[in-house]
């Protein structure tokens, strides 16, 4: 990934389909979730705002910038984190599959691929226990459609509403 640290996103990756339980089959739908989890569990500050509001209206002008600027970095990865998957399935690690009912994308972590100390790194830590204060707010992450839960971490009121 271009002026990004590609093994970061790549352990942030796989460590929410192993952690949301997207293993051998169970598909983590729509890929294009991932660049925004990512997000959320790498930046303290924006997992903060979340809880600090509620996961809610952001009346902050500080806080509503800092999302704005999460909002637009995230779409701008979204076709790097394809590219991602797709030399991650060429390695063998994930299995990419098109959804049923749309065109979008769907991942699966190959368990088996990957050593089991693999997940035992402690230098993520930080990011499991975020991403595990994020499922206990945001249910059911794994197979909400895209737009839910952009809605549930970002548009209380709209993410233009937030530019203006």
Known sequence: MSGEDFYFFTYNVLLILKELNCTDGRLF???????FMVDVI????????????????????????????SYTNCKIKTSE???????????????????????????????G????????AEVFNQEKEKLSALKSEVKRMSSMNFETLISK??????????AL
């Open 29 to 35: 739908k729509d890929y294009r979730k991932l660049p």
């Open 42 to 69: 790498s930046d303290r500050h924006l997992l903060d705002i979340l809880f600090r509001n509620d996961f809610g209206e952001v009346k902050s002008p500080v806080d509503r910038k800092h999302l704005v600027g």
């Open 81 to 111: 984190y394809l590219k991602l998957l797709f030399s991650l399935e060429k390695q063998g690690y994930v299995t990419l599959s098109s959804s049923k009912r749309s065109s979008q994308i769907d991942v699966t972590l190959n368990k």
């Open 113 to 120: 691929a990957i050593s089991k100390e693999f997940f035992k």
């Open 153 to 162: 971490i970002y548009m209380t009121d709209g993410v233009t509403r937030w």
